[in-house]
C-alpha cells in the first residue's frame, strides 16, 4: 500500500556559491571561478556585447526556517556582469520555533568593473522570519548597482502578511571605508503604518555606486525621475552623495514595481555604458 511521507520538518537547506568574473583578451566578461554547496548554481553565461548576464539558480525555489544561503562574487577589473535570478525567491512561513530564513549576499567589485545585482523579487509568506544581508565592497573607480524587491504577501489568493518579520539590511565599503549602509526591521505593524509601507504590498530599494570620475550624477538622476513620471505608487529618488544614487518605491501591485525597475536598469544602463541594453532573457521567460 502506498502511503504519503512527510518532510522532515527539522530539514534545511544549508547552501554556499562563490564566484570571480574575469575579462578576457576578447573584452568579454567570463567566470573563471565557481565553487557552490548545496542547492545553489548558476546558468552558462550570456553576453550582451561586453557585458555578461549570470543566472542563479535555488532549485528549490524557496526558503523555509533554518535556511541559510550564502553568495560570494567577485568582479575582477574591467569586468562587466549582470547578476539575477530566473523566478521570484520565496520566504514560506516559519516552523513554531521561529528559526530565521537566512540569505547573505557578499559582492566585491575591483577597479573598472561594472556589477548590476538585481535579482527579482522576494515573496514574504505569512509568518515568515527572514535575514536578508548584502555587503558590497567597491574600489573608487568601479560601479556597483543593486537593488532588492519585496512583495509582502500573496496577492493572488488574498492571503496577506499578518505576523512575521523579515530584516534588510545593506552595507558598502568603498576602498575599505563606510560609504553607506541601510538596514530595515519590517513587520506587519510597520507594513501598516503611514511611516512605514503605507499599507502598500510592494518595496523596492535601488542602490547606485558611480566611480569618481563619473560628473553627470544629476542628468542621471533627472532620467531616473521622469522615467518614474508614470510610476502609480510612491516613488523617491535622490543623490545621497555626489557618486551615490538612492531610488525608492512602493506600490499596491508587484508588477507595477518590477516594471518601474526595469525601466530605471534600461535608464542608468544607457548613462554608465553609453548604449542601450536588453534586458536580460529569463526575465521574460
Not at 6 to 32: I, M, P, Y
Not at 89 to 102: E, F, M, P, V, W
Not at 172 to 181: D, G, K, P, V
Not at 191 to 200: N, P, Q, T, W, Y
Amino acid at each position: 500500500m502506498n502511503q504519503c511521507l512527510s518532510l522532515d520538518q527539522n530539514s534545511t537547506w544549508k547552501a554556499r556559491l562563490q564566484c570571480d568574473f574575469h575579462r578576457a583578451s576578447t573584452g568579454k566578461t567570463e567566470l573563471a571561478r565557481l565553487a557552490h554547496e548545496g542547492p545553489l548554481r548558476v546558468q552558462k553565461l550570456f553576453h550582451d556585447e561586453d557585458l555578461a548576464h549570470c543566472y542563479l539558480l535555488h532549485p528549490p525555489g524557496g526558503m523555509v526556517s533554518g535556511d541559510d544561503l550564502s553568495c560570494r562574487f567577485r568582479v575582477h577589473p574591467k569586468a562587466h556582469v549582470l547578476l539575477t535570478t530566473p523566478a521570484s525567491g520565496k520566504l514560506y512561513r516559519s516552523r513554531a520555533n521561529g528559526s530565521l530564513q537566512t540569505a547573505n549576499a557578499q559582492l566585491s567589485v575591483d577597479p573598472g568593473a561594472f556589477c548590476a545585482y538585481l535579482p527579482q523579487d522576494t515573496i514574504i509568506f505569512d509568518r515568515a522570519h527572514g535575514s536578508l544581508n548584502t555587503q558590497v565592497s567597491i574600489a573608487a573607480n568601479a560601479t556597483f548597482l543593486g537593488w532588492e524587491h519585496l512583495v509582502f504577501g500573496r496577492f493572488a489568493g488574498n492571503h496577506p502578511f499578518t505576523q512575521g518579520q523579515i530584516s534588510q539590511s545593506l552595507t558598502i565599503h568603498r576602498q575599505s571605508q563606510l560609504l553607506y549602509r541601510d538596514h530595515l526591521q519590517i513587520t506587519p505593524r510597520v507594513l501598516h503604518e503611514i511611516s512605514g509601507l503605507s499599507a502598500m504590498t510592494s518595496f523596492a530599494s535601488l542602490i547606485l555606486v558611480l566611480p569618481d570620475t563619473f560628473d553627470t550624477t544629476e542628468a542621471l538622476l533627472a532620467d531616473c525621475r521622469d522615467g518614474l513620471r508614470d510610476f502609480s505608487g510612491i516613488s523617491g529618488a535622490t543623490a545621497i552623495r555626489p557618486h551615490l544614487v538612492s531610488i525608492r518605491l512602493l506600490s499596491d501591485r508587484s508588477e507595477t514595481t518590477r516594471m518601474a525597475l526595469e525601466s530605471l536598469w534600461l535608464i542608468i544602463a544607457q548613462h554608465l555604458l553609453n548604449r542601450s541594453v536588453q534586458l536580460p532573457r529569463i526575465w521574460r521567460t
